[in-house]
């Protein structure tokens, strides 16, 4: 079994919750099921799951009625040798985009509070199916990634410790020993072409074979391209998939900023924009969107046209550049603007994983890019992404201009401080 932190976050939820359901949201096949049904098993004595994409039938409970106990009998009459122990049960409402009445219901299985209920789905799904009613104030959301480079770390045999032990160097702000850089280095290589799928990932650990990564990893994208045809309206699909697609080329870019005549030569915002929107929603791309001044709060100086579009596993992304660039990466051998925009997205991944929330500051003259910016305590700290050794020009300029309390350069090479810069191997980006 894959260990996973959210599950850590599904234990804070059963002890502290307050009449609330739980709606986990995320990606299709990045493990929502497989770590709620865990956590059910192994938390309750009795673990009921409805999955209303797979047994539609199952929405038939919602129809009529949704009063808690009229609810728990016809789920009794639906689902085989179930059994309800107050305070002590589990009910898994799974694909609950399917059924909108089961989102609506929340509200009242969570005032009734005799039972746990933890429901999933596509954020797509969610987002698009008509809800009658949104039980606000009775269910508390959690976002769901796949795996992010430390449970990658966990899952090819670097225990907690080790990775603890790795944290003292940044901690220290000391470099780390060459052998053990090296190590590193490589697993994080290993994570641009695997990247965090779990099916990707087990695949991976059973056969150490990058070609049998990649077939696994087409086979997803070849599920979402059924998502597509499954959630999206017919005139849609073709401009959804054609936005997915362009990115490869978006970050291939010398300036990684999504343009629509990179997805076509017709393309603009008014053709393309629902389609990007719809991806969101999805969960396949997050943006990352440019700001005028990079000030605190930076909502409030965002730029909504200008923003750079990232997928969400950088496995998926690499495999999107193709088999033989996958190779290069691994052997470290890739080179030109689209190793720079790989890394770019990598890094996005690794701190969108950790809740950050990002932004990026381009200015007017486009003399200075400073990949991303994210707030912690009243102030904007920067970060530069290098996919090699090299200068830190724009950051150089940012740190004069802006007078950070701090600032990341993040590159191939070790550890170092100078001044308020801070430079670190790409893969303690973990570690902020």
């Not at 850089?181 to 290993?190: G, N, P, T, V, Y």
Request: net charge neutral.
């Amino acid at each position: 079994m894959l260990k996973r932190k959210i599950y850590d976050a599904l234990l804070e939820w059963k002890r502290n919750k307050q009449r609330e359901c739980l709606l986990v949201q995320g990606a299709r096949q990045i493990g929502k099921t497989f770590i709620i049904e865990e956590f059910g098993k192994r938390n309750y004595t009795n673990y009921i799951y409805l999955n209303f994409y797979q047994n539609p039938e199952h929405k038939e409970i919602f129809e009529g009625s949704l009063e808690a106990s009229e609810l728990y009998k016809k789920i009794s009459l639906y689902v085989r040798d179930v059994r309800f122990t107050e305070h002590d049960t589990l009910l898994f409402f799974d694909e609950i985009q399917e059924c909108p009445n089961a989102r609506t219901a929340l509200k009242f299985l969570a005032i009734d509070d005799r039972y746990d209920v933890i429901a999933s789905g596509s954020l797509l799904g969610l987002h698009y199916r008509e809800m009658s009613s949104i039980p606000v104030g009775y269910e508390r959301t959690m976002e769901m990634f796949s795996l992010d480079f430390e449970e990658f770390l966990w899952a090819v045999g670097k225990t907690p410790e080790a990775v603890a032990a790795l944290k003292t160097y940044f901690d220290n702000r000391e470099k780390v020993d060459a052998g053990i850089h090296e190590q590193f280095l490589s697993l994080l290589r290993e994570y641009l072409v695997v990247g965090g799928m779990p099916e990707v990932v087990n695949t991976f650990l059973r056969t150490n074979n990058y070609q049998e990564v990649y077939a696994t990893q087409k086979k997803i994208m070849e599920s979402y391209r059924e998502d597509i045809k499954h959630y999206a309206s017919t005139t849609a699909r073709q401009k959804i998939s054609d936005c997915y697609l362009s990115i490869p080329r978006q970050l291939s870019k010398e300036y990684t900023k999504f343009q629509y005549k990179v997805v076509s030569r017709e393309g603009n915002a008014r053709r393309y924009e629902n389609s990007l929107n719809w991806l969101v929603d999805a969960g396949m791309i997050k943006l990352c969107v440019n700001v005028s001044i990079p000030q605190f709060p930076l909502v409030a100086y965002e730029k909504p046209e200008q923003f750079k579009a990232y997928v969400t596993d950088i496995g998926l992304l690499t495999s999107l550049y193709g088999y033989e660039t996958q190779t290069a990466l691994l052997k470290d051998t890739l080179t030109g603007p689209a190793k720079g925009g790989i890394y770019e997205n990598l890094v996005f991944d690794m701190l969108v994983k950790r809740g950050f929330t990002l932004n990026y500051f381009k200015n007017d003259k486009n003399t200075q890019e400073i990949e991303f910016l994210f707030a912690r305590d009243g102030a904007v700290i920067p970060v530069e992404v290098k996919s090699k050794r090299g200068a830190t020009i724009s950051l150089n300029h940012f740190i004069e201009a802006f007078a950070p309390p701090y600032a990341y350069k993040l590159v191939a090479g070790n550890v170092g401080v100078s001044g308020t810069k801070i430079t670190l191997p790409l893969y303690m980006t973990i570690f902020i």
